[in-house]
């Protein structure tokens, strides 16, 4: 069984943690943090953990800018791609238990512009399994040529809603952040205010999230850092493209934010005043097509749904909420949740390596270094 961490005050980004023991853990976080950074070639990473309502380790390495060498910090803003949608989601089930939406109704209850809006329902479409597509050629004409901040998500309908669903709804899971624009419309038009504005004021200022902003060309001022879509042997990383517009996506993929916030917007996910337990019980439970199956993806709304082991020698297994965000050729995020121990690890970094993907596992051993599982099942 793992025993209890103890963390110390390193500079100002390590914090101790009520229930937590006194061992110290940031220095291993830290060299793990540099050897990640050393294995995927990363120009920066930004590594946060929450335990128990309270960020237990924060801290960046690296460059924001290498050209400058400009340092990255914990405020350090990233492009976070489709961590917007377990932030839709969260707002998603919000209104539900506000009595402002129903998840079973027909999309077209709440947005009629589209033709098939009334063969799919709200939990369906936040399930991806709606049929509609992911990859239309209006996306890149949108975030490369067309370059503009869109301020509705009605207004960024046209990179899809000229195309038929690609399955019959409910019949396969099919990823799409297209969907989710349509679903911030949804949550727009059952708030009865916009939908970025209902983020901010349910979600983002309720846990903490100061850094968080609707990617358009007045965000990220001071804090964003430069993207690098390429790496070469000579420790040279080639800027991406700066016009680039991510604001058409809203929930699909439309944020920068900073690992701390994430960690904070974990707590939204087992906490039992904002949330009812019939809201957590929809967040952790993968959605079913009609057949009675469950979608491939083990996807709930805005999340997808794990179990994982703290101890190889225990059978316990905890339920954990974990979500990706890649933004092309710019950056990476991940963020994971094991709701029942109160825990939370995110990561951002302003690149994408190869096999991206790997960094996640990573993410787990490091959050299971911090956990008691015998308080996890208190």
């Known amino acids: 069984m793992k025993t209890a961490v103890r963390l110390l005050f390193v500079c100002t980004v390590i914090y101790s943690v009520s229930g937590i023991s ?6 291993s976080t830290l060299d793990k943090m540099e050897a990640l950074r050393d294995e995927f070639t990363l120009p920066s990473l930004s590594v946060a953990i929450s335990l128990n309502n309270e960020i237990a380790f924060a801290q960046a390495i690296g460059f924001s800018d290498v050209n400058t060498s400009r340092p990255a910090t914990i405020k350090t803003q990233y492009s976070v791609g489709s961590l917007a949608k377990p932030m839709t989601g969260l707002a998603l089930v919000k209104l539900a238990d506000l009595k402002k939406i129903d998840l079973t109704s027909p999309v077209s209850d709440y947005v009629d512009a589209l033709e098939y809006a009334d063969s799919f329902s709200v939990l369906e479409l936040a399930a991806h399994i709606s049929g509609i597509p ?3 050629p209006e996306r890149a004409i949108a975030e490369f040529e067309e370059v503009k901040d869109h301020e509705r998500p009605k207004d960024a309908f046209y990179v899809f ?5 690609l399955t019959s ?3 396969e ?3 799409s952040s297209n969907g989710y624009i349509l679903l911030s419309a949804v949550i727009e038009n059952a708030a009865q205010q916009r939908y970025v504005d209902f983020l901010n004021k349910s979600l983002w200022q309720t ?4 850094s968080t902003e609707h990617d358009t060309s007045f965000a990220g001022k001071d804090n964003e850092a430069t993207y690098y879509q390429d790496y070469q042997d000579s420790q040279h990383y080639t800027e991406s493209v700066k016009k680039r517009d991510r604001s058409f996506l809203f929930g699909g993929g439309g944020f920068i934010s900073t690992p701390t916030d994430l960690v904070n917007m974990a707590r939204a996910t087992f906490d039992e005043e904002y949330l009812s337990k019939e809201a957590q019980r929809l967040l952790s439970t993968p959605v079913k097509l009609r057949s009675g199956k469950v979608n491939d993806d083990n996807y709930s709304l805005g999340w997808r749904v794990g179990k994982l082991q703290l101890d190889e020698s225990d059978e316990n297994l905890f339920t954990v909420l974990h979500h990706g965000g890649v933004t092309d050729k710019a950056s990476t995020a991940y963020l994971l949740v094991i709701p029942q121990c109160k825990a939370a690890i995110a990561f951002a970094t302003n690149y994408v390596p190869d096999q991206f993907w790997k960094m996640r596992g990573r993410m787990a051993k490091i959050l299971i270094g911090y956990l008691n599982e015998s308080k996890c099942l208190e």
């Open 169 to 171: 709804p409910g019949s």
């Open 207 to 210: 846990f903490d999230m100061n």
């Open 173 to 175: 899971y099919l990823y």
């Open 161 to 165: 809603d000229s195309h038929p669903l």
């Open 22 to 27: 006194s061992e110290p853990q940031h220095d």
């Open 134 to 136: 992911h990859n239309t």
